[in-house]
Structure formats: C-alpha cells, structure tokens
C-alpha cells in the first residue's frame, strides 16, 4: 500500500516529490524518505526518517537534496519492521556506482531470494523485501544497469511498482500483472512524474499521460526528450488490485482509467438495491472517510436521507494502517466522534467501506449506541474478507480476519449490531466494471501470482 514517486528533468525534483508524497501520505506515515540527484552530480543524496513527510523535510532537507531527479517513498510496512532502516529509498554503492530504490507492493518469495543470496555471501542491513532487488543488481554479471535490473526481475513474484534511481538516469517497472497502480504525469515546469496515485498531479501541476502498462519499463534519461519503454513481459492477464477502489486509494484518484469515487458510489448503490428491508430507518451515515462515496450512494439509491452522523479528526491517521492493534484501538476513539444532537433515538444504516479485524467496527456501534442511537444496522461495501493478502496488504494470517473465523452472524453479535449485510462479491464485480479480471484475493481466495 506505500506511496512512491519518481520526479524526472525538474531543478525542484526533491521539493515536487516531498509534495507529491504529502498528497500521497493516506498510503503510509510510518517513515518517508527522498534519494534525489542528476545533473551530472555523480552522486545521490537520500534524507528519510519516520513520521509524516511535513515533519522529516523542510528547507535544510531540500539544501541537501539536490539535483533535477528524485524518488520518494511513504511507507505502509508489509514486511520488514517500523524501524527507520526499513524506511525507504534503500540507497547502496556497487560496482557500477550508486543506486536508490523505492518499491510498493510485496514480493512472494522474498524469504526463498534472501536466503540464498546471504548462502551467497551477501549481507542485509534491513528486514525489506526491497533489499533483495539491490543486492540481485549488485552481483549481476551484466554491463548496464538496465541489463540487470532486467535479469534480477526474473528473479523475484509477487506485486511490485518499483522506481529506481541511478547516478543519471530514472527507471520505472510495473509488475506483469499490474496489480498496484502506478501513473504517469508530466509537470508543466518541465520534466515528468511518475506516482502511485493521480491526485499528487494537481498539487504539483502535473498533466496526466497515462498508466505505466503491467510489465513495463520505462527509462528516463537526458538523451531522450520522452522517456524509453520496454516491454518485459505482455503474457500475464490484467488484474489490478480492488482494494485500491474499495479502501486504499484517495477518492479524486484514478486508477487504471477509472475514478475511484464513482467506484465507490457504485458500491453502495448496489448494496443497497439488495438491501430492501430498512426503508424506515432515519438516516444513512458514513464511517468517514472513505465510507462517504458508498453511504452517498447508498442514500442515492434507497431514497433514505444521508448525514455526517460521524465527525473524524483529520489530525489522526488511519487506523487499518496502524502496526499493532493497542494503536489501532486508540486511534479509533481519537479519530471519530458521534454527532449526539443528530442521532439520539433515531435507526441508523451505518456505512464502511470493509470489515477486517472487527474491532474497529465493534467500537463505531458501541460508540453510536452509547450516543443515543435507537438501532445500528451495519453495511460493508465490501465481500467478506476472508483469505490473507500477500500482495501488499497487511493481512498476513487467518486468524487475523473476522471473516475467516467467524460466521455473519458471529460477527453481528460480536460488533452488536441489530443488523449486518455485505456487499456480494458479484456486485463488487459489477460496481468495478466487468471489463477487466480484479486481484480479488482476499474475498476469494485466487491467489493467481504463485
């Protein structure tokens, strides 16, 4: 789920990235961190540290970052720890020079790779899966950078956007099956951007191009006024992942062609027109915020009237996104506050965009009941999360998942609602759009990338 971001022939390469990581800083505040260099500098400067990206870079941070490119990450731990070694660019020295990674996503058969290359002599300083790839270029045999970072791909599965910066020259990969998103902008200060998400465009004036296509390398570099694209692999199907709709990604973003609020919208029509018993309840409600799309489109279709029943203190983070539970269940009571006056007495439909732990759900209807609320009927515009993601969502065991261990109605009475209804998997297939396979893992169970 981290943010990344290349910036290309810019001379404010360092400070577009810092803004477009803050646009971004929904993917992931742990730790961010920017490599910057080019201009024949010969060298890389890379500033991380943990946090939110306004309290690691300022103007003694863009003093050091110098030069006309840069890649930044806001990182979202799926492997590795929360320590600031495992945040990101991985900036190393080889043979050819230096380099910087950034990487979103997860690589499978991460552990398998580490090990032989530490049989092989090599020595890891972070618990990343991204390290992987720099030590799988530093001890190929290739001449150029872009022959080995072609041969180590090869070499590494799973879900993977990665921005690599050389001394001179910006590379840019999208897994074969494109499951995380990457877009391509160009800023009209001159040069390009590359990002996880569309929204950082208009915060640093960028127009959009299009997507990075799945299995493609793009090369930015001084002797080519676009940039060079090289299709690695064109065999593997399409499947982006459909938790960028349903949770991950900003409402104003668009991913693969698609925006991700009318999405959203979409779902909570369909949720609705198979939700036909509730026509008396008072009021829909969002869980905020990514729940307002769905609830709107709830209201929408089923006619019943829409209210900010919840108010969120935009000051707090996410809590899915939280390392450890204790964190998560403090956040939740900082975070949201019921709007007593509006909602004492009467029935609520109360609208989220998914159900994964449970305990975050649990405490939004015991918050809404000890406010006054008559009933809390409670709607997930989403399947049942039911199986672990491997590809970049933190979800790495069952037992983790209410879903897997508990039956519906389990769940209601473990979150007490007087109601609980889902989105059927049908239907979210229907609000994406049926042109195109979705990476519907954790609902189904299809781990596809193996």
Request: glycine residues 8%.
């Amino acid at each position: 789920m981290c943010a990344i971001v290349g910036i290309y022939g810019n001379e404010d390469a360092a400070k577009l990235a810092s803004a477009a990581l803050f646009a971004m800083q929904h993917r992931g505040h742990e730790a961010t961190g920017i490599s910057s260099g080019g201009d024949d500098s010969k060298k890389i400067f890379t500033i991380k540290g943990r946090g939110f990206v306004r309290d690691v870079f300022n103007e003694k941070a863009f003093n050091v970052l110098k030069g006309n490119m840069a890649i930044g990450h806001n990182r979202y731990s799926t492997a590795g720890s929360d320590s600031v070694l495992d945040a990101q660019p991985i900036h190393a020295k080889y043979k050819l020079g230096e380099i910087s990674i950034v990487h979103n996503g997860n690589l499978i058969n991460k552990d398998e790779v580490r090990q032989r290359l530490i049989d092989e002599g090599s020595i890891f300083q972070t618990g990343m899966d991204t390290e992987n790839l720099i030590h799988l270029i530093a001890k190929s045999s290739q001449d150029k950078l872009k022959d080995r970072i072609i041969k180590s791909l090869t070499k590494v599965k799973g879900a993977y956007n990665f921005i690599i910066q050389s001394r001179s020259k910006l590379f840019v990969v999208r897994d074969p099956n494109g499951i995380r998103p990457l877009s391509i902008g160009k800023l009209r200060s001159g040069g390009w951007i590359v990002a996880s998400e569309t929204c950082c465009f208009d915060l640093v004036d960028a127009t959009f191009v299009r997507d990075v296509k799945p299995g493609e390398m793009l090369i930015f570099n001084k002797y080519s006024e676009d940039p060079e694209s090289i299709m690695l692999d064109d065999t593997k199907e399409f499947r982006p992942c459909a938790f960028e709709y349903i949770y991950f990604a900003r409402p104003d973003s668009d991913i693969d062609g698609k925006n991700v609020y009318a999405t959203r919208e979409n779902m909570g029509r369909a949720l609705a027109r198979n939700d036909k018993n509730l026509l008396n309840a008072d009021m829909v409600i969002p869980v905020p915020d990514s729940g307002v799309p769905s609830a709107l489109g709830y209201a929408k279709e089923s006619g019943i009237p829409f209210e900010l029943g919840i108010i969120r203190n935009h000051y707090v983070g996410r809590t899915f996104i939280e390392p450890t539970q204790a964190m998560r269940n403090m956040k939740v009571k900082m975070k949201l506050s019921p709007m007593k006056s509006l909602i004492d007495g009467k029935s609520l439909i109360v609208i989220d965009d998914s159900i994964v732990r449970g305990t975050t759900s649990k405490r939004i209807v015991k918050m809404l009941k000890d406010a006054g609320a008559k009933e809390v009927h409670f709607r997930v515009a989403s399947p049942m999360i039911k199986y672990p993601c491997f590809y970049g969502i933190d979800t790495p065991t069952k037992e983790e998942l209410i879903n897997a261990m508990k039956t519906k109605k389990e769940v209601q009475e473990y979150i007490e609602a007087d109601s609980l209804e889902y989105l059927s998997l049908d239907d979210l297939k229907g609000a994406l759009g049926r042109d195109r396979n979705y990476s519907l893992v954790s609902f189904d169970g299809d781990y596809f990338v193996i």
